[in-house]
Nanobody, 126 residues
Framework: QVQLVESGGGLVQAGGSLRLSCAVS????????MGWFRQAPGKELEFVAA????????FYADSMKGRFTISRDNAKNAVYLQMNSLKPEDTAVYYC???????????????????WGQGTQVTVSS
């Protein structure tokens, strides 16, 4: 059974930073591609960022490029999302997700992912 647990969310002022973490247990973490998604109230789930199993490739939604950084530590079974220059429109529940091989490469799509965490709330005040 694969479990994903997000942490690090909270309330921050606009322009501030947060670092989200996702701890993964279960099967071999280093074989998973990992992604972050978010869902704001009344809106659909939105792709944020993804990282390949090796960490050698990263992918970002256009609105997050230059502000957010995804990384992973395979020794710690963890993936991170560093969020800088936060805006009120970044307010959402943030989810991490794991993509079990084989990979299709469609990291931007939620259906690519096999396992999901429960989410962590990020609130950015203006």
């Amino acid at each position: 059974q694969v479990q994903l647990v997000e942490s690090g969310g909270g309330l921050v002022q606009a322009g501030g930073s947060l670092r989200l973490s996702c701890a993964v247990s279960g099967r071999t973490f280093s074989t998973y591609a990992m992604g972050w998604f978010r869902q704001a109230p009344g809106k659909e789930l939105e792709f944020v960022a993804a990282i390949s199993w090796s960490g050698g490739y990263t992918f970002y939604a256009d609105s997050m490029k230059g502000r957010f950084t995804i990384s992973r530590d395979n020794a710690k079974n963890a993936v991170y999302l560093q969020m800088n220059s936060l805006k009120p429109e970044d307010t959402a529940v943030y989810y991490c997700a794991a993509d079990d091989p084989p990979y299709s490469g469609n990291y931007y799509y939620k259906d690519e992912y096999d396992y999901w965490g429960q989410g962590t709330q990020v609130t950015v005040s203006s």
